[in-house]
């Protein structure tokens, strides 16, 4: 008997705790010759708010710029989302979001609200080919300013600058760009989530070496290839018709990737069983056998229905000739019982009796419910990029709207590799919205509720352009409109009963002013200037989503409004936010809403119709529903 040795040693603290950092900062693990090691340097980057220096050598991805990326991936920002419900199909219902920005600040701005709730992100970035425009993160304010007193003032316009393979900085640019970024996204997914994204050869190579960095080696899932055409004319040595999509997990251990149904060929299921219906259609296998294997126990007579025996190879008695029977006498007595064997007239066989056992397409052939699905392949083929020009020109009745679409179809392989019921897909570099498309093509199918966050920089049209011939001044009027286009046909089409609409948000500078981040450089004088510390121009509309977002609600839950005692009131996800951002707030009204026990509520700290009022709402918050907590911005 063995026995199981106690562990005599120690625990490898150090190990453990080099696990523990991984967990939290996969991208400052590295290799020493020692093997895994942390890389302090980058842990001290983590950890500060300005660059710091050390030059050691060790295996890692540099370029001028990495630790920039770091810093701005970490830096706050004070911007918001402002709600654009002109924009929006069915605003105050719909759980989709379309948001309009930079997303480096958007992703920002979602990192509370939608910290490890999204199960799947899709981004289809520049590819840096060279003629790709790159988003400028670090602008400095002296550019800025340069640029309004100019007369520039169309900031977007301005940050986003080409990147031709000729520029110093090429691939550095690319690469400080989407590492902030990606960083940022990992801590979006859910534990079982993934991140999907399309490159091509540009800079396939230097994302996997990022993408190891962030979401940790051991993550790394797949790289599918797409055969994206069929050929390619003008190449000149080797015709390049695909690309990829690469896939990293949050975490490989909780991956579950759905399989692929349609992967067996179910033709052969020919047969139908009507005394066994569950166990679907089948087709007919011999029963015998003439190769290795020959056991005298296996070759025994069957009774056939004219009172005979049956033998393997169509024989009449035992022969031990090699034939033999696949199933041994108890498992085929098992079979006669339970209809699995037929014993059928044969002209092939000598003794005019065959014997043939059944195979289901639900159940093996001991009755237990059989895997009919397996593992999606890395390769995906049979969608092309013309397929997207054609899209296109279903929905806008003309190509060359959109520059550079992906095929929705390629998405919505895609999706069902790696979405289910209720999952939220992200794709931060949207585009034409294609993705949206997708989820709407995926649900209106199974019925789920997948929902979509689409963000997009207003990147203006080239004025030559057809797009802005038709009058889409900027790549997010395309997108909204492809997504109502889509909605209406795939609605037409379809009839399935499910959510058609989107939010739209626009990122803004913030609703306060900036004494309200730091009262500490103005004199009293000057404070009390301020008699309101939110920006003229700003809503109540604008405010809501403002407290959602620093609240870390999710941005898709439903908002009503209703009136109490007179006064506007939001109920956020019926009793998880009260917002009221009315004057004249009193005891009174305090009372009216206690009765409904919300769990939060705000209101404006201008908003009290005086300073004891205010201290008395608190106090009657505090008595009547102890379980709200109240806020003031
Ligand atoms: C290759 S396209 C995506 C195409 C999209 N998958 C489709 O099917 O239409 C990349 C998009 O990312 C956008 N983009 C680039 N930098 C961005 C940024 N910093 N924030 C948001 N969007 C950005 C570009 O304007 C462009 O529309």
Not at 231 to 246: F, L, P, Q, R, W
Not at 455 to 477: L, M, R
Request: with cysteine; aromatic share 10%.
């Amino acid at each position: 008997m063995s026995l199981e040795k106690l562990d005599l040693a120690s625990p490898d603290l150090v190990n453990e705790n080099i696990e523990k950092i991984a967990a939290l900062f996969p991208n400052c693990v590295t290799e020493s010759s020692k093997g895994k090691a942390i890389d302090f340097d980058l842990l001290k980057q983590e950890l500060s708010d300005s660059v710091v220096e050390g030059n050691k050598e060790r295996y890692r991805l540099e370029w001028p710029g990495k630790r920039e990326a770091i810093v701005t991936a970490n830096l706050p920002t004070t911007k918001t989302l402002r709600p654009v419900r002109e924009d929006s199909v069915d605003f105050d219902n719909t759980e989709n979001l379309y948001i309009e920005g930079d997303n480096l600040e958007v992703l920002k701005l979602l990192q509370e609200s939608y910290l490890n709730k999204i199960k799947m992100i899709y981004i289809d970035p520049p590819y840096n080919t060279g003629k790709d425009f790159i988003y400028k993160d670090n602008f400095s304010k002296d550019e800025e300013k340069e640029l309004l007193e100019s007369g520039q003032t169309d900031e977007y316009k301005n940050r986003l600058i080409t990147n031709p393979d000729t520029a110093g900085r090429y691939h550095s640019d690319w690469l400080s760009m989407m590492y902030s970024r990606l960083k940022l996204a990992r801590n979006l997914l859910t534990q079982d989530g993934a991140v999907f994204v399309s490159i091509d050869e540009n800079e396939n190579h230097n994302l996997r070496k990022i993408c190891d960095e962030i979401f940790g080696e051991r993550n790394f899932v797949a790289e599918l290839i797409w055969q994206k055409k069929t050929g390619s004319s003008d190449a000149k040595n080797i015709a390049t018709i695909t690309e990829y999509v690469i896939i990293y997990s949050k975490e490989i251990t909780s991956l579950a990737f759905n399989q692929d149904e349609d992967a067996h060929d179910n033709a052969r299921y020919k047969y139908k069983d009507e005394y066994y219906e569950e166990r679907g259609p089948f087709y007919y296998d011999n029963l015998d056998r003439g190769t290795l294997g020959y056991h005298e126990s296996l070759d025994y007579g069957i009774p056939t229905p004219n009172g005979g025996l049956a033998f393997p190879n169509g024989r009449t008695k035992k022969l031990n000739d090699g034939w033999r029977w696949k199933w041994g006498k108890k498992k085929l007595e098992w079979g006669l019982n339970n209809g699995f064997i037929e014993v059928q007239e044969s002209s092939s066989k000598d003794c005019g009796w065959g014997v043939y056992y059944k195979i289901y397409l639900n159940v093996d052939n001991e009755g237990n419910p059989k895997k009919r699905s397996s593992p999606y392949k890395n390769i995906i083929q049979g969608i092309l990029n013309t397929h997207a020009s054609n899209e296109a020109k279903d929905l806008f009745n003309r190509t060359g709207i959109f520059s550079n679409p992906k095929p929705t179809n390629l998405i919505y392989n895609l999706l069902k590799i790696g979405s289910n019921e209720n999952d939220i897909l992200l794709d931060f570099f949207s585009g034409s919205a294609s993705s949206a498309q997708a989820v709407l093509k995926a649900n209106s199918e199974d019925n789920f509720r997948r929902k979509y966050i689409q963000v997009q920089i207003p990147e203006p049209t080239d004025d030559k352009s057809d797009a802005f011939k038709e009058g889409y001044n900027s790549i997010c009027e395309i997108g909204k409109e492809r997504i109502r286009r889509a909605a209406k046909k795939i609605k037409e089409e379809t009839k399935a009963d499910i959510d058609y609409g989107f939010r739209v948000y626009r990122l803004d500078e913030s609703n306060m002013q900036d004494v309200y981040y730091k009262p500490q450089e103005y004199d009293q004088g000057q404070l009390d200037a301020f008699a309101d510390n939110v920006k003229p121009d700003r809503t109540s509309d604008d405010l809501l989503a403002q407290v959602m977002i620093d609240w870390g609600l999710p941005l898709s839950l439903k908002i009503e409004r209703i009136d109490i005692k007179g006064k506007e009131v939001f109920k956020v996800a019926e009793n998880s936010l009260y917002a009221c951002f009315d004057k004249g707030i009193d005891e009174e009204f305090a009372k009216e809403i206690a009765n409904d026990s919300p769990l939060r509520i705000v209101f404006k700290d201008s908003g009290f119709k005086n300073d004891t009022a205010k201290t008395n709402v608190k106090q009657l918050l505090k008595q009547l529903s102890p379980e709200t907590e109240m806020k003031v911005i």
